[in-house]
């Protein structure tokens, strides 16, 4: 069982973010998933197929860290256990989103395969916790798109745990995992990442 106002609060927090994301141009249509920590054994998460502009708490269901769906007939995302990997390694973690803006998607097919996108001397690298000085570097891991997602929770789960500093990936071709303590730092690391990613691809435009 998992209390129901911690439900709720989870549930309206994801709705904020769907509203705050859609807006931004970030989580076209149904694209997207999004998700926040119950309690040590739950998590909300967007139910499979819902437009992210419209979100409404009956849009958001309740899973294990299993993945599976608990007092609920819904189906969630079938990047679940891209999250719950998330939630099962870092208990402080309170918040995931999964985002598929076109920076991002763009940006993850011009990195070169087995090659990560590194973020260096950017001001705003401080806007992610733990960074404290923009003279450090991101590494951010471009992961090869697949239906395989036991396969890639796996990998993406082996990344972290050998890098917890950093803030989230890429998906070749698909989008943007970041995670945060709360929905707001989340929220705060999608949009640094999003300007971050902006910066890149204007400075691979003009560069000779």
């Known amino acids: 069982m998992f209390d129901v106002t911690r439900y709720a609060t989870a549930a309206q927090s994801i709705v904020d973010a769907g509203q705050f994301l859609y807006g931004r141009g970030w989580s076209p249509a149904t694209s997207s998933n999004y998700s926040a920590r119950i309690d040590s054994d739950h998590v909300a998460i967007t139910v499979s197929g819902r437009h992210k502009g419209q979100l409404t708490a009956a849009d958001v269901m309740v899973v294990d860290l299993d993945g599976r769906p608990v007092q609920s007939q819904c189906k969630s995302s ?79 789960r082996a990344w972290f745990l050998a890098h917890p500093e950093q803030p989230g ?28 990613f902006e910066c890149e691809l204007e400075t691979m435009r003009v560069r000779p």
């Open 78 to 156: 079938a990047e679940t256990l891209l999250h719950t990997v998330l939630y099962r390694a870092f208990p402080e973690v309170g918040a995931v989103l999964h985002t598929h803006s076109v920076k991002a998607t763009v940006l993850s097919r011009l990195i070169a395969a087995g090659q990560a996108l590194e973020l260096e001397g950017y001001e705003l690298q401080k806007a992610f916790s733990g960074v404290e000085t923009h003279e450090g570097a991101l590494s951010i891991p471009v992961f090869d798109n697949t239906q395989d997602i036991p396969a890639l929770a796996e990998d993406t």
């Open 169 to 196: 990936y890429l998906i070749r071709g698909h989008g943007l995992y970041t995670w945060g303590k709360t929905m707001a730092d989340c929220l705060r690391h999608v949009e640094a990442f999003e300007f971050l």
